[in-house]
């Protein structure tokens, strides 16, 4: 194998962090660029295979040495970095987001924080643009594969004398079926965990393991195609694309191609990625990766709102200038420091020691939240909702649930009877419902935190939304009411295709009874407390009655659909509260949400005034004609 430097390689490198960075900046044309991280594992796998191989070629794996190697390379910038971004985060982050960074930070330093934004959410979440060290995930895979796979190479090498090159194939296509398992399956653990993306790192592994490249003549074919692939799905993968998974292998084996067709001299695309511009983006390519993402973050929080085309340019100049600065003075200056490896393991371990303590800090202390203050606004929150009789928090009891508790009204018991079903962001209409001392329908509730009313219950919803939703299934076929709302805090459903199938089952269920739905839309989610946004809006000399939610409202066409074939009725929350990107968040004076998401009893009056009309519409004898007018809501005055 040849170890002679390759500088085609630092022009992949640069290819990759462009298209990351033209990502995240959301550059029209490049909806696709979260393949650069993939692209970047196949090149470590490959290095670091190379570096291996030759090191057994010589006596054998130095794995201590390899560790100091690794901890001068990722380390020192890394922490710089992690510094920059707890000064700003204290500054600029709501306290919810700072406590969160406090658990990334903590995850960060024991190399796990994939698995933190794993179990939290995931990388295409609505939260994902205040996490200002989401892009660590990657970093975490790397780590934890160069945790095993060094030590595996040398056991197989040296002491069973086997080819790596089968070894590395078998695993590499183990871990290539659970990846495109988990595609379908699990998503954000397909996204996130090592086991789902080692094979992108065996991919290079492989390439480093061929004794075979490519002839000749088939070397500049199949590195223009090569680098055709990661740009093709660059420009147009997107959020919507099931990925890793089956896409995966365009940009993995592209880089491949390019790293194995790059072995033989004289390809013109080599001699393109080799030129002097690439290498040098290449080499600056680790502090460039790490520090734009953090700028971005920052800038949306502190304008409240994604950089414009000007913006853009300044962000990715700043986080060029930074990367420029990183690599000349904390970067290579590292590298080359002539300390022993036990004094780079001493301050690799304080550093991470420090930065674990700081996490902790920022995660016990909630967020600093003594930074703002709530406008001196107070509110009952769940107590709203009438909690552990009809609004189950703390588990599932069916024996605490009565009809004569949880039906409201001032409507005689022969009037007609609409139940809701569903989770908190069902619960939370209640409240307004009840203000409005119904007297043309009785409302019954049957709701449970955290648990949308599916069948079956979607993974991430409690052990016992199972038994809840039976519960619900079976008061609807006693009592019959005359119509049933479904609602749920929709958008934490991620995967969409298990969303659609379980909520096509619960209307078949209801259909089957005989029983009228209207299905209740998404309501706005925040990134904050809505209080605190408005407190910080009023600080910088803002209106604070509109603000952008975190949403994407990604399940509002799957619910529609889901409903008009199953002939359920259909009611827009967003329609009734926001206008174009941006969403009431008061009114006179008075917050419509208590906390990021869940109405206060002014919001939720102020929704119930049109769910109420539409209510009246569905039990009335042209139900099929019902269609408020959207914005009702946001008429000035209306909470007089």
Not at 603 to 632: K, Y
Request: hydrophobic content about 50%; proline content about 6%; some cysteine.
């Amino acid at each position: 194998m040849n170890n002679r430097y390759r500088g085609d390689i630092d022009g992949l490198r640069a290819v990759a962090v462009l298209v990351v960075l033209l990502y995240h900046l959301e550059v029209p044309g490049f909806p696709g660029g979260f393949i650069g991280v993939d692209v970047f594992f196949v090149i470590s796998g490959f290095l670091i295979t190379s570096l291996l191989l030759a090191e057994l070629k010589t006596g054998g794996i130095a794995l201590g040495a390899f560790y100091v190697r690794r901890m001068r390379r990722i380390l020192p910038a890394l922490l710089v970095v992690v510094l920059a971004v707890v000064a700003a985060g204290t500054c600029l982050l709501f306290p919810k987001d700072l406590r969160d960074l406090g658990r990334s930070l903590a995850g960060l330093a024991l190399m796990s924080s994939n698995l933190f934004f794993w179990l939290d959410a995931g990388y295409f979440a609505a939260n994902a643009h205040h996490r200002p060290l989401l892009h660590t995930w990657s970093l975490s895979v790397e780590e934890q594969f160069y945790l095993l796979y060094p030590a595996l190479l040398w056991l197989v090498c040296a002491k069973a004398r086997w080819r790596p090159f089968w070894m590395i194939a078998g695993l590499a296509l183990a871990s290539f079926a659970a990846c495109v398992v988990a595609a379908y399956r699990w998503p954000d653990a397909g996204y996130f965990l090592l086991p789902f993306r080692a094979w992108e790192l065996l991919a290079g592994a492989l390439a480093a393991t061929s004794r075979r490249t490519l002839p000749a003549r088939w070397a500049g074919p199949g590195s223009a195609l090569g680098l055709a692939l990661i740009l093709f799905s660059a420009c147009r993968f997107s959020a919507e694309t099931r990925f890793p998974g089956y896409a995966a292998l365009m940009p993995v084996a592209g880089a491949v191609l390019v790293l194995q067709s790059g072995l033989t001299e004289g390809i013109w695309v080599s001699r393109v990625l080799a030129s002097r511009v690439p290498v040098t983006l290449g080499r600056w390519s680790y502090s460039l990766y790490l520090w734009h993402w953090p700028l971005i973050v920052f800038y949306e929080l502190h304008f409240l709102q994604p950089p414009d085309g000007l913006a853009r340019g300044f962000l990715g100049a700043g986080a060029l200038g930074l990367a420029v600065l990183s690599y000349r003075f904390v970067e290579q200056p590292a590298r080359h420091a002539r300390l022993s490896g036990l004094r780079v393991s001493a301050a690799a371990m304080t550093g991470l020691m420090l930065v674990f303590g700081a996490g902790y800090g920022l995660h016990w202390s909630k967020g600093l939240p003594e930074r703002f203050e709530a406008r001196g606004e107070t509110f009952p929150g769940e107590a709203l909702y009438h909690p552990e009789t009809c609004f189950f928090v703390s588990g599932f009891v069916a024996g605490n649930w009565s009809e004569r508790a949880c039906t409201f009204g001032q409507a005689s018991p022969a009037a007609k009877r609409v139940l809701i079903w569903g989770d908190s962001y069902a619960a939370h209409y209640v409240p307004g419902l009840e203000a409005l001392r119904l007297t043309t329908f009785r409302l019954t509730q049957v709701t449970y935190a955290g648990c949308g009313p599916l069948m079956p219950a979607p993974v991430g919803d409690r052990k016992d939304c199972a038994a809840f939703n039976q519960f619900a299934l079976a008061r609807i076929a006693e009592l019959k009411p005359d119509l049933v709302l479904i609602g749920a805090r929709w958008n934490r459903y991620r995967d969409m295709a298990s969303l659609e199938g379980s909520l096509r089952r619960s209307l078949t269920e209801l259909a089957r009874l005989g029983i009228p739905v209207l299905v209740l839309g998404e309501s706005p989610t925040y990134s904050a407390e809505v209080p605190v946004i408005r407190d910080i809006l009023r600080v910088r000399g803002l209106p604070d009655d509109f603000f952008r939610p975190a949403s994407d409202f990604k399940a509002e066409p799957v619910l529609r659909h889901t409903a008009a074939a199953r002939l359920a009725s259909w009611f827009s929350v967003r329609d009734r509260l926001c206008v174009g990107e941006q969403c009431r968040i008061a009114v006179n004076g008075q917050s419509l949400y208590w906390d990021d998401g869940h109405l206060t009893a002014a919001g939720s009056e102020l929704v119930a005034r049109s769910l109420s009309e539409r209510i009246a519409c569905a039990l009335g004898p042209a139900a099929s004609a019902c269609a408020p007018g959207p914005l009702a809501a946001i008429q000035p005055g209306l909470l007089d």
